[in-house]
């Protein structure tokens, strides 16, 4: 009797060619090919971006006090808030709209989309303005003003290299983005450390070599690639009121959402003082190692999660979100589970004795990522869906979170308050989007099958 086969003449190796076959078809062309060279080439990127934050940050802890690396995080947390609006409003609806266009279509739209980007920044250079007048008339503290100076005269650039990356992503010029991001980092880095070895680094000169290497990348994109926008008055509001109307609820959500995270720094500064914001900039820098693999996955993904609902619709939509979910898991649990166990020795051997004692903030901080990592593809896929709404349901949560528990866990607990109330927030919005996905995919799926 031949072992191989079952008694109706069935391979018993049937199941296992079969999951095999399945490989081959459905998760191997992610791995392969073109997929994996634009994939490679945004990790990479990312591991430049992610790089350059986090040598910014230990040459500032190391060079400076715990005070002034404290200064730093507040204006950096501004940073990032700036950011989450501008991709919100932009950046998100950009990458969902140039899927669908190509050639001078796509030109214009880019150019249009452009001319928002400058719009918002001179917006946010006049918030600035009246931040720094504030302070000048006893409203903060006077060690901000050298940050709030700084980000005045360069958050144009700051924001026009975010965009300029951003648009990179959406249309899969990974190559570009990574060349700008080099730029960056060269000028960046080199500034630092010469600031620092003519002792005169503190958060405000920090944000001057920021703002410089933006600059100069970004004049170099705009000349270099002027071919790749242009500007039609007959589009210009056209363009403005799609993205507004797509993005105003991208643009709510991560207000919320920015205001939900980036606030922490600053109620943990009024409770407890600079210093322990620097505490917790530490314990968040070492979280940022795993950046360049995260992010430059999500760079990636993102605009492939739109793709595959245009292409595919709901069904191929859910199966890639499932699939692509599960490999993303499996790649960021080995890191997190290490900074887990490790995380309080890195903070260390990064950033000194000084920030030693550490190791439970970083390690919360950790389950966090593995949090987000889970949830960030649901998320990009309420968006492809044109969900925004739904979205912006979710990211009440954690904003509630922050002004009830949130509040009373950084006055009582400090720096580990901090990363209690991110954890929370992170993990209920998490939750609410898993079952709302649920819910919407099996709605879109049974429309789909009706409509056949």
């Known amino acids: 009797m031949n072992l191989s086969y079952t008694a109706d003449g069935i391979s018993r190796f049937e199941p296992a060619k079969q999951a095999i076959q399945h490989f081959k078809k459905k ?30 940050g230990i040459i500032i802890a190391r060079s400076c006090s715990k005070e002034e690396f404290g200064l730093y995080m507040l204006g950096f947390s501004i940073v990032l808030f700036i950011h989450e609006l501008q991709t919100s409003l932009l950046s998100v609806p950009y990458m969902v709209y140039s899927q669908r266009l190509s050639g001078k279509k796509q030109a214009l739209y880019t150019g249009s989309t452009l001319l928002q ?19 000048l008339y006893g409203f903060g503290s006077n060690a901000l003003k050298p940050v709030l100076r700084a980000l005045m005269l360069f958050v144009f650039f700051i924001m ?14 990974m190559r570009i983005a990574l060349i700008v991001d080099c730029i960056v980092a060269a000028i960046q880095l080199s500034g630092l450390l010469l600031l620092a070895q003519l002792n005169i680094l503190s958060a405000g000169t920090a944000f001057y070599c920021v703002g410089t290497g933006c600059a100069i990348a970004s004049f170099g994109w705009l000349f270099f690639k002027r071919h790749s926008y242009s500007f039609a008055g007959t589009h210009i509001f056209a363009d403005l009121k799609k993205n507004l109307s797509f993005g105003k609820w991208t643009f709510a959500s991560s207000l919320l959402w920015a205001v939900s995270m980036t606030l922490y720094p600053w109620v943990l500064a009024f409770f407890h003082g600079t210093a322990a914001t620097g505490t917790w900039a530490a314990c968040w820098g070492i979280i940022a190692i795993v950046n360049p693999l995260l992010l430059g996955i999500q760079n990636f993904l993102g605009p492939k999660i739109v793709q595959s609902y245009t292409n595919d619709g709901a069904h191929g939509l859910r199966k890639f979100v499932a699939r692509i979910t599960g490999i993303y898991l499996l790649i960021v649990i080995p890191l997190g589970i290490g900074l887990v166990f490790f995380g309080g020795q ?12 550490n190791g439970h903030i970083v390690s919360l901080l950790a389950i966090n990522l ?15 869906m044109e969900k925004a709404k739904v979205y912006f349901m979710a990211n009440i949560i954690p904003f509630v979170i922050l002004l009830t528990g949130g509040v009373v866990l950084v006055k009582y607990l400090g720096p580990l308050g901090v990363a209690w109330g991110v954890l929370l927030g992170t993990s209920t919005t998490a939750a609410l989007m898993t079952f709302l996905f649920v819910r919407l995919i099996r709605i879109a799926c049974s429309a789909e099958n009706n409509n056949e």
């Open 27 to 56: 998760i191997f062309p992610l791995l392969t090919g073109a997929a994996t060279h634009n994939s490679s080439i945004s990790l990479f990127d990312q591991m430049v971006a992610s790089a350059t934050n986090f040598f910014t």
């Open 346 to 357: 890195l903070v260390v051997l990064f950033y000194g004795e000084k920030y030693a004692g």
């Open 370 to 384: 593995l949090v987000i990592a889970a949830s960030f593809t649901l998320s990009r896929a309420l968006l492809a």
């Open 160 to 173: 026009l290299r975010e965009f300029i990356r951003r648009i990179c992503f959406a249309v899969l010029m």
């Open 117 to 135: 980007q400058l719009t918002l920044s001179l917006l946010i250079i006049l918030a600035l303005f009246f931040g720094n007048l504030a302070i």
